[in-house]
Every structure is written in C-alpha cells, then in structure tokens.
C-alpha cells in the first residue's frame, strides 16, 4: 500500500498539471458542428478559431481589420480591445451580410458582396503531387496533378500558402521573391505559381 500510494498521487499530479496542455478543437471545418444543438433559426454551422458557431445570420463589421465576422466574434467583441477604422474611407466596407453560410463585406459604391473564398490562413492549403498548388483547403486536398518537378517548386519551401486578401495564395516574401529572381537569371525562366 505504501509503495502504491506515491505511485498514484504522482500520476494525480501530473494529469492535473497537464490540463490544457493539448489545445482542443471542437471542429477544423463547419462539417464536423453536423448534429450538434444548435437556437431555432435559420443558419449554417461555421468553424471560428477550432468553435463551432451556429451563426444566425447575423454578422457584425470588426473596427480593427473592416472584415465581417458572425456576431460576436469579432476581434473587439472576443478581446475587449477598441478599434476604430473608418471602414467605409479606407476599404469602402460600408456593412456586412450574411450569404451562403458565410458572413461577407459589402462595398458600398458598387453594392458588390465581396465572395470570401477564406477568412483565415487555416482555410488554406497545398495539393498537387508536389505541393505546389496553394487554395481552400477542403479543395485542394483531393486535387491530382501531373508529379513533375519545376525549379520553381524550390522556391515554395521559402513561403507559406495563406489567405490573402479572401483569396488562398502564396504568400510573396522576400526570401520566395529573391528565389524566383534568381531562377529568372538562369536559362530557364519560372512560371509564376497562382
């Protein structure tokens, strides 16, 4: 019993110092929030920071980066932090509106909504044979491509697949720049990737 004791309040101890240690995700995609309870309104499951959000259509405009975000959710609302962009002088985000599952910016002299194809850099991700595809992740993870090598394949280990301005691209740093600048100097000239 004694020697069983220690051996036991050890194990106390080192579970109850790893709470947390390993960051839980209730979901990677609105796919995994299928089946949970949800309020009685019409809506789609959106996945926000690893949560699962069932959004109600409503959206509210973030002062800090003039992007829409299901209400609540904004930078401000979830950090207490207080912003104050002119979004409609400086972006021409005049509000938000929730369409297709997705709360989206509208421009207000052209009334355009703007289609977000992401919100954030976990939304994107690599396919093809060799890695050189860059979009939406659910996407690009079954495309099939050709397994040929270019040298400007090289250069994606210099970067990072990231969503740009709504759109998954590679993200042109200075290292992945100066890459494809050195292959433009060889005999054969590089291929921008999209």
């Not at 970067?159 to 042109?172: A, F, N, R, V």
């Given at each position: 019993?004694?020697?069983?004791?220690?051996?036991v309040l050890?194990?106390l101890?080192i579970s109850?110092g790893?709470?947390?240690?390993v960051e839980q995700?209730?979901?990677?995609?609105p796919?995994?929030?299928?089946?949970k309870?949800h309020?009685?309104?019409t809506?789609?499951w959106l996945?926000v920071?690893g949560?699962?959000?069932w959004?109600?259509?409503e959206c509210?405009l973030?002062?800090?980066?003039c992007?829409?975000?299901?209400?609540?959710e904004t930078p401000?609302?979830?950090?207490?932090?207080i912003?104050?962009?002119?979004?409609?002088?400086?972006?021409?985000?005049?509000g938000c509106?929730?369409r297709?599952?997705?709360?989206?910016e509208?421009y207000?002299?052209?009334?355009?909504i703007?289609?977000?194809?992401?919100?954030q850099?976990?939304?994107c991700?690599?396919?093809g044979c060799?890695?050189?595809?860059c979009?939406?992740k659910?996407?690009v993870k079954d495309i099939?491509t050709?397994c040929?090598?270019r040298?400007?394949?090289?250069?994606?280990?210099?970067?990072?697949?990231k969503?740009?301005?709504?759109k998954?691209?590679?993200?042109e740093?200075?290292?992945?720049l100066e890459?494809?600048?050195?292959?433009s100097?060889?005999?054969i000239?590089?291929?921008r990737l999209?």
């Amino acid at each position: 019993m004694n020697k069983i004791f220690p051996g036991v309040l050890l194990l106390l101890v080192i579970s109850i110092g790893c709470i947390g240690c390993v960051e839980q995700r209730e979901c990677r995609l609105p796919s995994d929030c299928e089946g949970k309870p949800h309020p009685n309104c019409t809506s789609d499951w959106l996945c926000v920071d690893g949560r699962c959000i069932w959004g109600c259509g409503e959206c509210s405009l973030s002062l800090c980066d003039c992007k829409c975000y299901p209400k609540g959710e904004t930078p401000e609302e979830k950090t207490g932090r207080i912003c104050g962009i002119n979004c409609l002088d400086e972006f021409n985000v005049s509000g938000c509106e929730y369409r297709n599952g997705r709360c989206v910016e509208i421009y207000k002299e052209t009334k355009e909504i703007k289609e977000m194809e992401c919100t954030q850099d976990s939304d994107c991700g690599t396919g093809g044979c060799s890695g050189q595809i860059c979009g939406l992740k659910e996407r690009v993870k079954d495309i099939i491509t050709t397994c040929e090598y270019r040298p400007e394949y090289d250069c994606l280990r210099l970067t990072s697949c990231k969503c740009i301005d709504g759109k998954c691209q590679w993200e042109e740093n200075n290292a992945y720049l100066e890459c494809m600048k050195n292959l433009s100097r060889k005999s054969i000239p590089p291929q921008r990737l999209q």
